[in-house]
């Protein structure tokens, strides 16, 4: 005769359930309520630690994080890349990093966001602009600050700009924005 597995300890584990619709009643039929049950949702406080690699862009980061801004190249071409690119669309050759912090840089195009993720709710509304840099074949999407997104003119196309930095670094993309030259 084996011995039956030990019960195991409950606890409510961060969950309190209350009043979970189910019919009291034995005859087959009153389970028929269970198709017309409206959805149980569960409200759960959820945690994850993430480890992730930037990889082969960990360079881009690091300027960020030296208030620098990095860019790829192909050396063949010269095509050039403002988003960190390990190899080139065109030759699939390796690129090489070159710093455009101080490149002339002006705004391409811009959008006034007045809706955004989670990070940038308490920022609405706020200009989201496409950067243009000397010699750079790509454009940058940023976050263009110091203006007032309520009187957003075409005037800003072609306006020239400079990246600043966050201060502390978050090893994001969003460590760089751009501010009136």
């Not at 409510?12 to 009643?25: Q, R, S, T």
């Not at 034995?26 to 569960?42: Q, S, V």
Request: aromatic share 12%.
């Amino acid at each position: 005769m084996s011995n039956p597995a030990p019960k195991r300890e409950e606890s409510l584990g961060g969950y309190i359930v209350h009043g979970v619709p189910f019919p009291i009643e034995t005859d087959p039929g009153a389970l028929a309520f269970l198709k017309r049950m409206a959805p149980l949702r569960i409200e759960q406080e959820y945690c994850i630690t993430y480890l992730h690699s930037y990889g082969q862009d960990s360079p881009w980061f690091a300027g960020l994080t030296n208030r620098r801004l990095l860019a790829s190249r192909d050396e063949g071409s010269g095509y050039t890349y403002v988003n960190p690119r390990g190899h080139d669309m065109y030759s699939g050759e390796e690129t090489q990093w070159i710093d455009i912090t101080d490149r002339p840089a002006h705004v391409h195009a811009f959008t006034v966001c007045h809706f955004g993720s989670e990070e940038f709710l308490p920022e609405t509304p706020f200009v989201l602009a496409l950067v243009e840099f000397e010699g750079v074949d790509t454009l940058l999407l940023t976050r263009l600050l110091g203006l007032d997104p309520m009187s957003a003119t075409l005037d800003w196309i072609g306006m020239s700009v400079q990246p600043q930095f966050l201060r502390n670094s978050k090893l994001k993309p969003t460590d760089v924005y751009f501010v009136p030259k």
